[in-house]
């Protein structure tokens, strides 16, 4: 694999696109992949070269690789954060709603305490007219 890979970037060297896809590049490559590498031209000192530029070009893609997974963890904690937001949000929905329920519960026992009282004094002294305060519009106000 090293060896077709050398040999690619000795090809890319040469700025004509032809040259990449030339017929003889394409058997040269297929050649190698079947396990018949031939002969690889070129001097220790190109082949070196090229070797220390494919490392190079492998530690960028590492690094890539380790940023884009970083990127990917970031992105995971950042949703699994906000499913945990809307989470609280709806427990503090939940919560108001049921402290506006008792409320309305609240006040309309002190609704039925103070109709209580309106008939007793009413009772007492049947000459005192008092407003009757309805219950449906008081409850209709509270929500």
């Known amino acids: 694999m090293l060896i077709c890979l050398h040999y690619f970037f000795l090809y890319l060297?040469?700025?004509?696109?032809?040259?990449?896809l030339s017929k003889d590049w394409k058997d040269k490559l297929l050649a190698m992949g079947s396990g018949n590498f031939g002969e690889i031209k070129g001097t220790p000192e190109s082949l070196a070269e090229k070797e220390?530029?494919?490392?190079?070009?492998?530690?960028?893609?590492?690094?890539?690789?380790?940023q884009l997974l970083a990127a990917h963890d970031e992105q995971k904690k950042l949703a699994a954060s906000q499913i945990e937001k809307q989470r609280q949000q709806m427990e503090l929905a939940k919560q108001q709603q049921e402290q506006i329920a008792r409320q309305q519960q609240q006040l309309l026992q002190q609704q039925h305490?103070?109709?209580?009282?309106?008939?007793q004094i009413q009772v007492r002294n049947p000459t005192f007219n008092l407003l009757p305060i309805k219950t449906c519009s008081l409850f209709l106000i509270l929500m």
């Not at 060297?13 to 990449?20: A, D, G, N, R």
């Not at 220390?52 to 380790?66: D, F, H, K, V």
């Open 13 to 20: 060297e040469t700025p004509s696109i032809e040259k990449l």
């Open 113 to 119: 305490k103070i109709n209580l009282l309106q008939q």
């Open 52 to 66: 220390r530029q494919l490392m190079g070009m492998i530690n960028q893609l590492t690094s890539l690789r380790e």
